[in-house]
């Protein structure tokens, strides 16, 4: 099982739709959850981080962090051709000192 | 501005060839980081950095070799060694290694091999 698993995609939604993006975690002991968005050719960057379990809303974007279910989730509301990206989940990891772990990414096209 | 610079932005090697790539922070930042990403892939951990003269190893090490001198620099050489070296690279930095704090990268250096 990889540490941070995240669905590849492509995840397709169309203008205006709220897009979902999640990530599941195998170490209980993470405590920092970070959401990147890279676009192609492209260095990542930061949109959130939760630490807490429930939601964290910042603009459009809304973080859901479940640590019972080591299940951590990016809403994007009312989504926009420029959201187009790939959608990076970063884990720390407590188990290897605190380092990030990140998953494979979801590639997220918003169609016009 | 503040930020984290990287240089080259495209770096070719020849066979047998060491490069060194640049990574310059001026955040203050302890910790810097440097990641490899293949196309399609998430970032592997390559080697980093809590503090001056002190790096560890990451996930994929081997074949790569850093130096930590100045707080503010953590240069890469990509060493002859790595025979699959094409990848881009991205090197970050973050105030501390404690867990919390968020890792902020540059834009990147694009290594192809001749």
Known sequence: ?112 | DGGITQSPKYLFRKEGQNVTLSCEQNLNHDAMYWYRQDPGQGLRLIYYSQIVNDFQKGDIAEGYSVSREKKESFPLTVTSAQKNPTAFYLCASSSGLAGQETQYFGPGTRLLVL
């Open chain 1, 1 to 112: 099982q990889k540490e941070v698993e995240q669905n590849s995609g492509p995840l397709s939604v169309p203008e205006g739709a709220i897009a979902s993006l999640n990530c599941t975690y195998s170490d209980r002991g993470s405590q920092s959850f970070f959401w990147y968005r890279q676009y192609s050719g492209k260095s990542p960057e930061l949109i959130m981080f939760i630490y807490s379990n429930g939601d964290k809303e910042d603009g459009r974007f809304t973080a859901q962090l479940n640590k019972a279910s080591q299940y951590v989730s990016l809403l994007i509301r009312d989504s926009q051709p420029s959201d187009s990206a790939t959608y990076l989940c970063a884990v720390n990891s407590y188990n290897q000192g605190g380092k990030l772990i990140f998953g494979q990414g979801t590639e997220l096209s918003v169609k016009p």
